[in-house]
């Protein structure tokens, strides 16, 4: 399904990659190797960092979660957020000073929220990746190569521009296995709550602080269970931008097919410094009952 990373542009190359990126031998021999080391803590100075967020119907968002994850739902439906930001230099922390020298890709990260953790996972508020695009090749293998937690997917055409006229967001799978996604966003938004969204929320600021918390995330390691990572990604509330989706803009198939409320909530953080600070798969078992 979305696990599975095929190439944007068809050949011989795309096809030898995606043998290579799916490979379960090589993430078998990775993991095995990587149980002996430390976790190399990657920083990035991210800036422009643009959530728009649906309500999706929960029993068909589901299929995109984790075997045996639990949404975090009302009246049966829950939060999709779709978050599109340029990195700021990404790379190992161990690079010191150097890291100025690292590229600095885009990136579109695609969640869902848990109810509650999964197996052995700490009480943390947690999201349940959907998709991962990178508009870099190296990044987007190099997730897969050496990473469970954050497998990502190369789209054909990334464009992410962000300006006092508003914010444009092309994404363009080409023939491979990135989702589609076009969007126009006004800065001229406001810090009302759209009605359907104030079941799950007292107010925009409430909205803010839920949606744009993350501590740690899991997705399903095809053969190998569920990845758990943890990041830090202190976020200021106060600095954080209202926007304004211009509906007749949007082109995303997957919203379709979730079934997505037409009110999007939608806002921009211009800076946070984000660190990738562990990963490791999590061990088999129920879900634990717990509120996050």
């Keep these: ?44 100075d991210v800036v422009d960092v643009v959530y728009l967020n649906w309500l999706v119907d929960a029993s068909l968002a589901a299929a995109f979660a984790p075997p045996g994850a639990r949404l975090w739902t009302h009246e049966g439906r829950t939060p999709l957020t779709i978050l599109t930001y340029r990195h700021g230099h990404f790379g190992p922390r161990a690079a010191g000073p150097l890291r100025r020298l690292m590229p600095s890709p885009l990136q579109s990260n695609w969640r869902l929220y848990l109810a509650e953790p999964l197996g052995d996972a700490p009480h943390t508020p947690t999201v349940a990746f959907v998709y991962n695009v990178m508009d870099s090749l190296s990044y987007a293998a190099g997730t897969r190569l050496f990473s469970d937690a954050l497998p990502s997917h190369l789209p054909s055409r990334f464009e992410f521009e962000v300006n006092a006229r508003g914010i444009r967001i092309d994404i363009e799978a080409g023939t491979g296995s990135a989702p589609r996604l076009s969007a126009r966003v ?97 061990a088999a078992g129920p879900v634990r009952s717990a509120a996050v």
């Design 186 to 282: 006004a800065h001229a938004g406001d810090e009302a709550l759209p009605a359907a969204w104030r079941g799950m929320f007292t107010d925009w600021r409430d909205a803010v602080e839920r949606l744009a918390s993350q501590h740690a995330s899991v997705v399903e390691a095809p053969g190998a269970g569920v990845a758990f990572g943890t990041i830090d990604l202190p976020v200021d509330v106060a600095s954080v931008e209202p926007l304004g989706l211009d509906l007749a803009s949007l082109a995303c198939p997957l919203l379709e097919t979730l079934g997505a409320e037409p009110a999007a909530l939608c806002f921009r953080l211009p800076r946070v410094r984000f660190s990738a600070l562990s990963e490791r798969l999590l």
């Design 1 to 44: 399904m979305h696990h599975t990373y095929i190439h944007p542009r068809p050949g011989v190359f795309g096809r030898w990659l995606g043998t290579l990126l799916n490979s379960r031998r090589w993430a078998a021999g990775r993991r095995a190797l990587m149980a002996r080391l430390p976790f190399p803590v990657l920083d990035s």
